[in-house]
């Protein structure tokens, strides 16, 4: 079995271009229209780090191997990062405060048993933050 693999910085990363996979993996797994519908809206319903863990809970259970490359929810991804959001989010993880990027605006998640609950950091916070982390690593 071959590894499908989603470069999630290139145009397989499209949250368009997923919701089509999913829809034509949907269908050739046997869903029902009203299942591919509600798998569809349910991807569709957050942002994009929920779409993709939506995706991954939708195909696990089925014989499709695939990997997310450049995966924003890793914080490796960040490592080499250092661009004023990539250095942002690496003093937020540092500092044990989740975050990440999603269509370039930095997004923190306060409380770790809510994940619900996301803030917006504002730009002059992200840039203050990337200072913080450049100062830190030099």
Known sequence: MSTYQFNLKGQEGNAYYLLATASKWMIQFGFKPDQIESNLSR??????NSLLST???IFEPYPVDFVFLNDPRNPSHWENDTSEQGLAVRWFSKNEIQAYVDYDSVYILPIKERPEIQIKVCSSEVAYRAELMRAEEE
């Open 43 to 48: 991807m569709k319903s957050g942002n994009y």
């Open 55 to 57: 995706f991954e809970d």
